[in-house]
Every structure is written in C-alpha cells, then in structure tokens.
C-alpha cells in the first residue's frame, strides 16, 4: 500500500495519529506537540463560495478605492493600494515594493481566484481541471497572504498623519476591513478536506 | 511524553501540501503529486544561511533611514526606532508600542528563537521539546506582522505628496527592512520542526 487515508502525520513532530471523525468546529490536535492536526469547518462548499464570490467583489473595492483621505491648507490628496505600493517602488525601492505587490495584491488575487475555481467545480462533486495544481498554489502561498497587515498598517498611517493633516478613511478602509475577515475565513482554514470530499474521478485523469 | 509513534519509525512520511499519509521511498505523493520529504531537504543549512543573511541586512535597516519627511521647508530622514520615539513624545504611546513590537520585538525574537532552535536541533537536544515546538509555531505565526512598517511608509509616501508644502520619499531603510522580513520568513519555513524530536538514533 503507497497510502494510509485512515493516519494522519503530525506536520511538526512526525508523530502518527488514527484520523476520527469530527463535530463542527472541532479541531484535532496533536497529542505529542499540541499543532493542529486538521479541523472541522462549519461551512459548507456553497457557503464557501458564497463568501469567495463576496471576497473577489470585496477585493476589487478595496483596490480600487482610495483607503485614505488626506487634506491640509486647501489641498488634498487619496491614495489607494496600488498606489501606495507603486510610491514605494521609486528608485531603490523596487525590490520592496514588488514585496509588497506580491504580499498586499498578489497573493490574495491569487488566493481568491483559485479557491474559487477550485469550489465552483466542487459543488459538482468533481476536481477541477488543474485540481492539484491549484491546491498546491493554495497551500504554498498561504504565509504570503497580508491584507490583515495592510489594515493595521492602515490604521498607524491614519494616527502618523493626523497628526499634522486632516485624515479621513476612504471606502478602500471599510473594503479592507470587511476583505480581511473574508480571507480569514475562506484561505486561511484547511481545505485539505477537499482532497477527501471529492473523489480521484475522470477530472484528474483530464488534468494530467 | 508520549506513546505516539512516528512515522519514520513505521515507514511513513506526511505530505506536506495535502496531508496523505504515505509510505516512505516514493519521490511524490500518490494523491497531488508534491515531492515527498521525511525531512525537509538541508533543512539546518538554508535555515541558517537565510537567517544570518536577515541578521547581516537588519543593521543598515536600523541604522539607515527608512522615510524621508518635508513638511513646510523643514525636511528630516527618520529610522525606524525614531519613528517610534516620534509616537512616544506625541502622547501616542499606543501607537509608539504597536511599531515597537511589529519592527523591533517580533523581528529580534525571530532571530533568539530561530537560533535557539537551530542550534538545539542540530545537537538533537531532548531539552524541553514541546515548549521548543510552541515557540516554533509562535515565530510562524508572528512573523509577518513585521511587514507593518513597510505599509506605513508606503501610505505616507503615495498621500504626502504636496510640493514645496510637504512632500514623502522612502528611502533604502525600508528596502532592507522588507528584506529582513522576507528573509526571516524563509528561514523560518526552511527549519524542519520534526528535527526538535530527533534523537540521535534516528536517521
């Protein structure tokens, strides 16, 4: 036998469980180490994509409009992600601000278009074309997934600058407070589960 | 302790992308495909090499500058710690504390965890494991918050942009900083937790 559905390998310690069925919300835990073993999510696939669909529409918002607001003597000036990362990419910046790019932008694009693949053909109980491929993806881009970061980073930049100018959160701040629950919820869970729920059928034959 | 047995010992390994069990002596998992590793590859090595290269680069991040400021005529280059001694005076000792924490702490404890850790593991130390592995999972967890600072003097730098009244530039404080924080992650990644509960008759 090359697999063991029914163990479970401790990520961090290597220690070997028997899998058990869990209750929503549950989470298995390693006995040796205390690192989560897997979960169980409350959501279903349709909801699961209910809040993808939300999080693509959430996210152009927040990408599109300004998330601060600033004025002083009669002037003003709005700027929103990608231009607060493009002022940082003048110059030397270049390297720091493609960080920032892939961190802030990328990645949750990333995050939220192949999670959305991947569910819209779910729901019909099969793989997606490039099933493995985009969970691969899911999996590897994970730690690089930064929008809670660029809220609170919002948040100091609103307190930096009123201090000396008039400081108002634009629509991109609202956005991005309601993205950063989305992601949360959707890409930060374990959708390993789905490589059980749906079964190995003509899909994968058709992606390799 | 505990009587959980691993998987080396019973000839398994774990995938890491999608969490298959799977016997050990196959390059790939049978389910998605990803390269199999018992241990992740040089683990200590790339670990150490990527966290001295972020030691080496978070000197010039502290010492450089990381934003420059004009506002009515009277321009000032500020590092990072200054910015947080700025917040400190202004009565913002919230705010003071919150960059503290995200630029100097979590990056500084990165660097006292990951070698500890490093250093432990190659001497495949028996010495409190399952505090080591919390520790672990606390610098993954923590580490990317880092990346605040690079947020903040993005924003200011797109919106302070008014001309002879004040305008905002970074400068290569923030370049090294960001690379610290990229660094330290990969470093993080590279180390092989499971190496903690190495003892020395294990391959």
């Known amino acids: ?208 | 302790m505990t009587a959980a047995p691993r998987a080396t010992e019973l000839g398994l390994v774990g995938c890491h992308t999608c969490g298959l069990t799977c016997a050990i002596g196959q390059t790939r998992c049978p389910r998605c495909a990803s390269h199999l590793h018992p241990r992740k590859p040089d683990s200590l090595a790339r670990s150490w090499a990527l966290l001295i290269a972020a030691l080496v680069l978070y000197v010039p991040s502290n010492m450089l500058p990381v934003m420059y400021t004009s506002m009515l005529g009277r321009g000032e280059a500020s590092t990072i710690l200054h910015g947080v001694v700025e917040f400190w005076k202004a009565g913002s000792w919230d705010i003071a504390l919150l960059i503290f924490i995200a630029s100097v702490a979590v990056p500084s404890t990165k660097f006292l965890v990951l070698g500890m850790l490093l250093v432990s593991a190659r001497r495949k130390s028996p010495w409190a494991r399952p505090q080591r592995a919390r520790l672990y999972r606390l610098v993954e967890l923590i580490g990317y918050w880092s990346m605040l600072d690079v947020v903040v003097v993005a924003l200011v730098c797109a919106l302070v942009q008014f001309h002879l009244l004040g305008t905002a530039e970074p400068r290569a404080g923030i370049v090294f900083f960001g690379l610290v924080v990229v660094l330290t992650m990969f470093a993080a990644m590279s180390f092989d937790p499971r190496l903690i509960w190495d003892a020395d008759d294990d391959a």
């Open chain 1, 1 to 208: 036998m090359t697999s063991h559905p029914a163990l479970v390998v401790c990520e961090y310690c290597d220690s070997v469980w028997r899998r058990s069925a869990l209750a929503d919300d549950e989470i298995a835990r390693c006995g040796c180490c205390g690192a989560v073993l897997y979960r169980a999510s409350r959501l279903d696939l349709d909801q699961l994509l209910a809040l993808t669909l939300a999080a693509a529409i959430v996210f152009a918002i927040a990408n599109v409009s300004p998330v601060i607001r600033i004025a002083v003597s009669g002037l003003h000036n709005e700027a929103n992600l990608l231009q607060s990362v493009a002022a940082l990419s003048h110059g030397s910046g270049f390297i720091v601000g493609l960080v920032a790019a892939a961190t802030l932008f990328v990645v949750p694009l990333l995050q939220i278009v192949l999670l959305g693949w991947v569910l819209l053909f779910a729901r019909a109980h099969r793989r997606a074309p490039g099933f493995a491929f985009a969970m691969r993806w899911l999996q590897r881009i994970r730690p690089w997934s930064m929008t809670e970061v660029f809220l609170l980073g919002v948040l100091v930049a609103i307190v930096k600058l009123s201090a000396m100018l008039s400081v108002i959160a634009g629509p991109g701040t609202y956005a991005t407070v309601v993205l950063t629950g989305l992601i949360t919820l959707i890409a930060k869970r374990d959708i390993r589960t789905l490589w059980d729920k749906l079964p190995a059928g003509e899909a994968v034959e058709f992606a390799e």
